[in-house]
């Protein structure tokens, strides 16, 4: 069965560091997306990405997010300087996207990320 | 303000018996709605959701959940669980927007 790939799983970094967390969505989703659960919190959504672009973003994710993906395959999500705050799971999920013209938004996650900022 | 409310943080039932988790939600209009399970060390698998029609929804493991509208819930059932059962629970919300909205979830433990 086709299932959401992340890389790492732990991710220790110190504060001001750079972090790319990495995501192979399945291979027919057009739809990509990512969200963070920290520590006894809520999962909360990042960012959605469709068509090379953002559709949609939540006021967490700031300038020192960003999201790319490099190929045909990769979603990656870009963290430029750390917080201690940016302590987290982070989750990349996948979804087919538009089916029969409503919109599907059965996502398909990923195991996470979890990174560490020291 | 919209909102997805998991009221029960912990469940604890015995192997065995029926399990019921609650999910209300409060927006303007019908989300659509799901049920995602995590498994310690996992990621988020889901369960079963409900776009329109029928609003008993059966999904995998075994699990159902019910649409009432009139109550803004979806709660999700078990009628006998397993010692595998044992999981945080999250229910899920999307509307026009292809995001997700999730409660806080419920962390259900499966005492033998």
């Known amino acids: 069965e086709p299932e959401v790939t992340q890389t790492p799983s732990h991710q220790v970094t110190q504060m001001g560091q750079e972090v790319i967390l990495r995501c192979v969505p399945i291979?027919?989703?057009?739809?990509f997306y990512w969200y963070r659960q920290i520590l006894g919190q809520k999962v909360e959504f990042l960012v959605s990405?469709?068509?090379?672009?953002?559709?949609?973003k939540s006021e967490i994710f700031d300038d020192q997010f960003s999201v790319e993906r490099p190929d045909g395959s990769n979603f990656t999500l870009k963290i430029r300087s750390t917080k201690l705050e940016d302590s987290a799971m982070y989750f990349c999920?996948?979804?087919?996207?538009?089916?029969?013209?409503?919109?599907?938004?059965?996502?398909?996650f990923g195991p996470g990320t979890r990174l560490t900022v020291t | 303000a919209q909102s997805v409310t998991q009221p029960d943080i912990h469940i604890t039932v015995s192997e065995g018996a029926s399990l019921e988790l609650r999910c209300n939600y409060s927006?303007?209009?019908?989300?659509?709605l799901f049920w995602y399970v995590q498994s310690p060390g996992q990621g988020l698998q889901l369960l079963l959701k409900y776009f329109s029609g029928d609003t008993l929804v059966q999904g995998i493991k075994g699990f159902e959940a019910e649409f009432k509208r009139s109550q803004s819930s979806f709660n999700l059932r078990k009628p006998s669980v397993h010692w595998s059962d044992a999981a945080e629970y999250f229910c899920?919300?999307?509307?026009?927007?292809?995001?997700?909205?999730f409660g806080a979830g419920t962390t259900v433990t499966v005492r033998a």
């Open positions: 899920a919300v999307g509307l026009n927007d292809y995001k997700l909205s």
């Open positions: 927006y303007g209009a019908t989300p659509y």
């Open positions: 999920a996948s979804s087919v996207g538009l089916a029969g013209g409503l919109p599907y938004y059965e996502q398909y």
């Open positions: 990405f469709y068509n090379n672009e953002i559709s949609e």
């Open positions: 291979s027919n989703h057009l739809y």
